[in-house]
């Protein structure tokens, strides 16, 4: 099956403009999610969604950060205005969804984000 | 305050010997707990999961240990290769449903 599709892969901008990142998750996994990783950290969760729904969105940012999942499908995170301390690698992960059991995340390679 | 924490930024053996690195959890009371692992400039892969009342859990060389009561998980890789060099982040759900809490990481590195 296919991957978690992101793009762009790497991103320049200054601080105080805006940026948008794309995410296209695998085909059926109802939840998505969008993680923050700084360097030398572990991913932190910026925002959770189950079909077209946020399930959680309590760390993200809110006076800069947007996120959408259209259609349930597709997912775009967008910053404005960015701030120097935006820079990281932006991660989108899939997964199948139960109310019974766990199930493993599924990771894109990320959208590598400097901020100047 | 809850906390996750991989005791070891990075972790040095040589070709042949098993790895073990360690994930202990303050506050949480995770029903299981992921391991994942990163290579540089790429998305973490999963790699294994267990659950609170499996005590240890194996796939090919790799094995993962569950101690609720010490709070901790222990992941070894045996016969490690120069190949198992990354980063190997441990993760668990807060409450069962919602996103995965990641550690820090612990980067390996196996020399031949």
């Known amino acids: 099956e296919a991957g978690v599709a992101q793009s762009p892969r790497y991103k320049i901008i200054e601080k105080r403009q805006s940026v948008a990142f794309w995410c296209n998750p695998i085909?059926?996994?109802?939840?998505l999610y969008w993680y923050q990783q700084i360097l030398g950290q572990g991913p932190k969760l910026l925002i959770q969604?189950?079909?077209?729904?946020?399930?959680?969105d309590s760390q993200l940012p809110k006076d800069r950060f947007s996120a959408e999942r259209l259609k349930g499908v597709d997912s775009t995170l967008k910053i404005q205005p960015a701030k120097l301390e935006d820079s990281a690698v932006y991660l989108c992960?899939?997964?199948?969804?139960?109310?019974?059991?766990?199930?493993?995340?599924?990771f894109g390679p990320g959208t590598r984000l400097t901020v100047t | 305050s809850q906390k996750i924490e991989q005791n070891s930024e990075a972790l040095n053996i040589q070709e042949g010997k098993t790895a073990t690195l360690t994930c202990n959890y303050t506050?949480?009371?995770?029903?299981?707990l992921q391991w994942y692992r990163q290579d540089p400039g790429r998305g973490p892969v999963f790699l294994l999961l267990?659950?609170?009342?499996?005590k240890e859990k194996r796939k090919e060389r790799l094995k993962v240990t569950f101690d609720t009561t010490l709070k901790q998980s222990l992941f070894h890789i045996t016969a490690s290769q120069p190949a198992d060099s990354a980063t190997y982040l441990c993760?668990?759900?807060?409450?069962?449903?919602?996103?995965?809490?990641f550690g820090k990481g612990t980067t390996l590195s196996v020399s031949s």
């Open positions: 992960a899939s997964s199948r969804t139960s109310a019974h059991q766990p199930y493993e995340q599924y």
């Open positions: 085909s059926g996994h109802a939840t």
């Open positions: 969604f189950q079909n077209n729904g946020v399930v959680d």
């Open positions: 506050n949480y009371s995770p029903a299981y």
């Open positions: 267990i659950r609170e009342n499996e």
């Open positions: 993760a668990l759900e807060a409450i069962f449903g919602t996103a995965l809490i």
